[in-house]
Structure formats: C-alpha cells, structure tokens
C-alpha cells in the first residue's frame, strides 16, 4: 500500500508555478501587475535574451517594509485581501499570494524595495526563500522609493520545463506583447521596456487615446471608432476597428474585465457576432474594448493566471456587447 505524505513547500510552488509560470512573459504579466498594484507611476522593464536570462522590473510603487520581504516571497501571503468578502470585491490584480512564491521556485529572484519614508532601501537576495532553507538574508540597498524585482534564470532548476522554452526572439516576442497589453489597460502610468540593452518602447502617461496611438500606432487609430456606452452597472469603452482594418489574424483584439486582459469565449462569440455581417468569415476585428462590471458579478478566481473569468449575468453581458458594438 502506497503511504500518504505532504510535500515539501518548495516542490508545491514548483507544481504551482506549472500553472502560473508558463514562459518569461508570464512572469512579466505577473511583476507589472504586483507594480500596478502597488500605485506605481512608472514601470520600467529590462530583458536580457528574451527574459530567459533575466528580467528586471522597477518601479515607484508604496514598496515593502524590510520585514515583508521574505513574506512577499512566501506561499499564500499577500498584502491585498484578508476574507472571503475581500475575494468577492477584489479590486487588484493580485490576491492570491502566489506569483513571486511560484517564480522565486523556479528562477533566483531579487527583491530590492524602499517605502517613501525608509532611509534607504532593503535587498533580499534570490532563492533562498524559495529554496525553503529559512537563511534569507535582508540587506541595505541603495534605490530611490519602490520596488525593485529580479528575475534571472528561469527554470535553472527545473530542466524539464526549461526545454518547453521556445528561442530568445520567440520568447521576446510574448513579453513584448504581455507588456503592452498592461500598458493598454494603464495608460496613466508611463512605461518603459528595453530588450539585451536597448530600448524597444517607451510611452509617457496621457490619456488612453494617446496610449493606444503610442501602442497600435496611427494607422489603427485612423480607422477606428470610439466606443462609450453605459448600461446600469455595465460599461463598455474603447476604440473598435472599422470592416476595412479587418487583420488575418486575432493580433490585434484586445479585450479587458475591469482592467484585466481577458481571453473569454463569451465575449469573443459577442464580438464575432457583432462583426458577423460586415467581416468576411477569414478577417479578424481589430479592437481595444474595456468591459466594466461590478466586481461582485464577475468570477475572476478561476484560473491561477486570471486570464479567464465567470460572470454571473452571462446573456446580459453578451447582449450588451453585441449592441454596443
Ligand atoms: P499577490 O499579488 O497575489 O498578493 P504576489 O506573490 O504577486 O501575490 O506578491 C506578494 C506580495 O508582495 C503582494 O501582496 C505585495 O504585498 C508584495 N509585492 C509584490 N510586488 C510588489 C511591488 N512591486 N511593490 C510593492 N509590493 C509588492
Ligand atoms: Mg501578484
């Protein structure tokens, strides 16, 4: 008879992480939204070999005490939820307190954070927490107030998953496309990325309208129409694509639940819909389209990566959508 034991802490983040930390782009998604979390004005990335070898995020957010540093990397802790009622309204990001417990597992993470009124900042330096052992060390840094997160060598320790890794330009190309999808969503917080040291994009804060020029450029935004409309608790705003900028492919269909980057088959089919009669079946709409409920009528714990959600209302929301567009 095969007997029962619990598995050591550091295995259980790296199953977790199986889920959460498919590829450098979803470590990126996971940092910028912990930065957005954290208030932050300014988000600056830095990649080295398409964030395989490492990925960099700073930025001016409230940071973290000293003593919140190996907590930050620790399973299940988090500062931004306490009960189940904070679960239903949640308005961050982030809740579950398992990200950087998941990177820090599988790549060697370091933190380097400054609260506004701390003398200078603190450096927890990678892995060890993750590596379960308890002997992390926190130490002065130099660094201005925010945050600092290192991500260098992903998969180091887990070759299996590191063979799933596609080459440095494939993987570039998911980061790229993960932060603009964030900086889409947060045109109020300028955001800065540079790939094996030179820069690949900078957008300064503004209005979404010159976030989605800076991000889709102006031919797109040449063929667009502004989408507002108000239905009770229910808000749909963007920029949808005209028939003739229809694309051959889904590149350029961004759709958000309340600042989230969704992929949701509801509103797709809603979407496909609406195009129906002035696309050719083959063409793909192009659009930028922020959907906005109110949080206790969307289910956004369905998956570790949030990319999916429920909603209570489900015909509701797919009728709105259809007439709006
Ligand atoms: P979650 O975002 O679900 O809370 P994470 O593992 O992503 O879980 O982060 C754990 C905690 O670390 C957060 O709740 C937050 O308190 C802190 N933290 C992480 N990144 C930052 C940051 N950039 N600035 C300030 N605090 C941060
Ligand atoms: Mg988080």
């Known amino acids: ?31 910028i939204e912990n930065s957005l979390d954290a208030g932050a004005r300014r988000i600056d990335v830095h990649l080295e070999e ?23 990397l620790a399973r299940h802790a988090t500062s931004k939820i306490a009960t189940l009622e904070d679960l239903e309204q949640v308005a961050s990001y982030g809740f579950r307190g398992e990200a950087l417990a998941s990177i820090a597992s599988v790549a060697r993470v370091t933190l380097t954070s400054r609260t506004p009124d701390a003398p200078h900042a603190s450096r927890l330096d990678g892995g060890t927490v993750g590596q379960g052992d308890g002997s992390a060390k926190i130490f002065p840094a130099a660094g201005a107030p925010g945050t600092t997160v290192e991500v260098a060598d992903l998969y180091f320790n887990t070759p299996a ?44 804060a503004g209005s979404l309208e010159r976030r989605v020029r800076d991000v889709l450029g102006d031919d797109f935004f040449a063929h667009v129409r502004l989408i507002d409309l108000a239905a009770g608790p229910l808000r749909l705003n963007g920029y949808a694509a005209l028939p003739a900028y229809s694309k051959a492919s889904r590149s350029e269909q961004y759709c958000y639940v309340n600042g989230r980057f969704v992929r949701d088959k509801l509103l797709s089919h809603a979407l496909r819909e609406a195009y129906a009669d002035v696309l050719h079946g083959a063409r793909q709409p192009a ?13 956004v714990n369905v998956h570790p990566a949030k990319t999916e959600v429920r909603f209570r209302d489900s015909r509701g929301i797919h009728q709105f959508v259809f007439h709006a567009i």
């Open 161 to 204: 998953r590191r063979k799933f890794l596609k080459s440095a330009a494939t993987e570039y190309g998911h980061c790229d496309e993960a932060f603009c999808r964030m900086a889409l969503a947060n045109p109020g917080v300028a955001f800065a990325l540079s790939h094996n040291g030179s820069a690949r994009h900078r957008y300064a």
């Open 1 to 31: 008879m095969p007997r029962i034991h619990p598995l050591p802490d550091l295995l259980v983040s790296q199953i977790a992480a199986g889920e959460v930390v498919e590829r450098p782009a979803s470590v990126l998604k996971e940092l």
């Open 50 to 72: 398409g964030g395989i070898r490492l990925l960099r995020i700073g930025d001016d957010g409230h940071g973290m005490a000293p003593d919140d540093l190996p907590l930050a």
């Open 287 to 299: 659009f930028v389209l922020f959907l906005e409920v109110d949080p206790a009528a969307v289910d």
